[in-house]
């Protein structure tokens, strides 16, 4: 199901959490469990997703293609290989940030639901000889990436020690749904010789996934600095219940025109089967793209700031 783009798709998700959540706190009232405490908490950590397709793949992926070069003595016009390589760091570290409500049941057990974003971005500058209009120049290559996405998140929390000086350890688990994923590519060319010195060249290329479910185990421990107000940190782990497919949001936006004389394989593209593909880093032909399937697997931690009332 895709949901980026689709506000219908986004509504029915939020939807579907908030009716479980209903359903839930009426059946734990009628069980007997009381009105318990609620807390409100801002939370600011990092996640590391095993994202290989993108770090070990697009990332390193080169920008090729073909130009025609005109000899302007003779004007014979030959077509030549262009490539230029231009790799970019991983993606690993991203900010999590977002908020949570927790309802306390009994002694041990809360319930949680809450949302937060993640973003990462990795970005290179690399000069090197390109072509253009016909002739061979010079080139500075600026390449950025950003990867993000959103997430709801359901579940449960039991206190396993508690101590009258404040502290708690706990564990929890959560169900996750991660949607609104986004990969953005931005690549832009200086050209610095002419017969375009001073000409700026833009690509903009912009791709969305389908929703994904996770489970998200872990542990974690909360200070109490009264009893309105606790300072924690959360070690959890994110494990996907399947991969997600980049799909495409329209065409790559380019200032090339056709004058330029250039036909380029970028490092990304529309497959046959309408999913994301990068460039083999070793490409021989137009043709030689490889999936992309995200994995959003890896370790979180969080610092926590909550109000409780």
Known sequence: MLVSGHGNGRFRIINALVAILCLMMATLCQAGLGAGKFSATTYLGLHKPAIDDLNKGELLSPISGTATIVDFETDLTTTQRVYFDNPLPPMNLGVNAGLELQWRLDDKWHLIFGGGTWESSSRSIREGPFAIQGAETWVENVRAVKLSYTEFFLGLRRDVITRSAGHKLYYRVTLNEIFDIDFQENLLFRYQEEPAEGVNKT????????????????????????????????ATYLVGLKRANLQENGAPKRDFLFSDNLSLWLPQRIGPEGNLEYLDKDAEHSNDYKPIKLNFDGWKILLRLSIHY
Do not use: C, H, R
């Open 203 to 234: 690509i903009l290329m912009n791709s969305q996934a389908t929703g994904v479910l996770a489970l998200q185990p872990g542990f974690g421990w909360e200070y109490f600095l009264n009893k309105w107000i606790s300072l924690g940190v959360d």
